[in-house]
């Protein structure tokens, strides 16, 4: 691998996704570790450079990211997880060099499969209006340690004024 090429293409990255992209990045991670049972890879960079090919350029938010990269990793390799067929994805400094040379066939589409159920339950709670439900919707995609949501005060069920970027980003 080509660890400069790596670094610089993902500040170029983060740059593009308005700040966002590194954030994304730390929270599917955080999402991969939380799955069982879990293929043993793609986790780390592997994981990583997916995003990055798959977080859309001016996302506004980490939740749109989290959204956007999980339905474009579904829908991009649908069919390789279907035929359990491993992607060929080039690294940044050495193109011959697949990033997902150790994902077998099995382990990316067990991957993919997480990956559908996710963008499902990413949309759910980015297009959730209700502060509340979104934060528990959220915390269903990235376990307990995702924020409780806001306490409701006075019976407003609301829980205060609604997110300007869908749910609770």
């Given amino acids: 691998t080509h660890p400069l090429a790596q670094m610089a293409a993902t500040v170029t990255k983060n740059k593009a996704c308005s700040g966002h992209f590194v954030n994304v990045v730390k929270s599917l991670k955080w999402w991969r570790v939380t799955q069982q049972p879990k293929p043993k890879y793609p986790k780390s960079y592997p994981l990583e450079h997916l995003l990055w090919l798959n977080c859309p350029d001016g996302v506004d938010s980490v939740a749109k990211g989290v959204v956007l990269s999980l339905e474009s990793i579904r829908d991009q390799y649908r069919m390789q997880a279907l035929i359990k067929q491993t992607p060929f994805i080039s690294d940044h400094g050495v193109l011959s060099h697949n990033v997902l040379?150790?994902?077998s066939g099995d382990d990316f589409a067990a991957f993919h499969a997480l990956v559908a159920d996710a963008a499902k339950q990413a949309r759910l709670a980015f297009d959730?209006?209700?502060t509340r439900k979104s934060a528990r919707l959220w915390r269903d995609l990235f376990g307990?340690?995702?924020p409780e949501p806001?306490?409701?005060r006075n019976g407003d069920d609301e829980g205060g004024e609604p997110?300007?970027?869908g749910g609770y980003t």
């Fill in 163 to 165: 997110p300007k970027s």
């Fill in 128 to 130: 959730e209006e209700d």
């Fill in 101 to 103: 040379g150790r994902v």
């Fill in 150 to 152: 806001p306490a409701e």
């Fill in 144 to 146: 307990e340690k995702f």
